[in-house]
């Protein structure tokens, strides 16, 4: 069940109220222009705004000069991925809007990495009868998943997304993420949906690079600690799902292009709490690892506002042999 929210102050709900009507006037516009206006139109507002001080501004300079230190990278390598990733979260803001209008005739501007990966974890999926476990990543266009994969695969597909802060666009954004015949729930509320999904052979995937409440632990992501959760290795484990590491990248205006890992070889699960511990550990270190790689090839199309090395209490060191 969903949790009470606690009554916003008046100066929040005049807020809330103004981005309800611009978020549906945008709902209402958007699918009128071609899907390289919306790109171009979403980066250049996004560019605006990173150009403005903020928070989120402050936090993702700092996070970039973690990544790449100045030791190793100049400023103004850090200031060109910093003005591309604010360029590109305005164009998922507005990516997300016109998906739904996808057709069949837009398939063409979707092509795959060149390495067979994608076709291997579909075949082992449908010859073994297993699930997909797919991670990713706030990365290029990674709402993409949720509003083009069910049309174009034979498995039935569901996403995890966290919950709107907004409750009245809760409605809206499902019957937007759900428009191409997938299936949304929220974190918190997943679990026995998820699992069910996978055991029944469908495709789950959630992204997997933020900084979540929940037992976790600390992964190293550009050679720093940061809490990782455990949950989404638990559901893959213990449903014996093919996982993959899967990003959806911008390759120009108007083009994706998508880009999958070679399949994780999972071990069985064992039934040691302590050896269930380190099996988990190892899956997330595992597809951290992979995000960093993928991050690193494409360091503009990242969302770097995130508090990605928040430290929290509830975080276990990582096996020092892993």
Known sequence: MTKKRKKSRPWRR??????????????????????????RFGGLLGWIGGRVPSEKRARARANLEIAFPPEEHSEAFRTSILKDSFASTGKVFFESIWIPSWKEKDDWRVRYADNGNWEKALTMAREQNRGIVLYSAHLGAWELFTGYLPRVIDIPCMGIAAEPKIPQLEEMLRNRREHSGGKIVYRGEAGVAAMRHLRSGGLLAMLVDHNLRGHGVAVPIFGRPA??????ARLALQSNAVVVTMFALRD??????????EPIDLPKYEKDREQRFRQ?????????????????RH???????????YERSDTLPLPADL
Do not use: N
């Open 14 to 39: 005049v807020r809330d109220a103004i981005t309800i009507k611009l978020i549906r006037f945008a709902d209402f516009l958007v699918p009128r222009f071609s899907f390289e206006t919306v790109q």
């Open 252 to 261: 120009g205006f108007g083009r994706l292009r998508i880009e999958c890992d």
């Open 299 to 309: 360091p503009g199309q990242y969302l770097w506002m995130h508090r990605r090395w």
């Open 280 to 296: 988990e550990a190892w899956l997330a270190k595992e597809y951290t690892t992979r995000i960093e790689a993928a991050v690193r």
């Open 227 to 232: 809490h990782t959760i455990l949950g989404p």
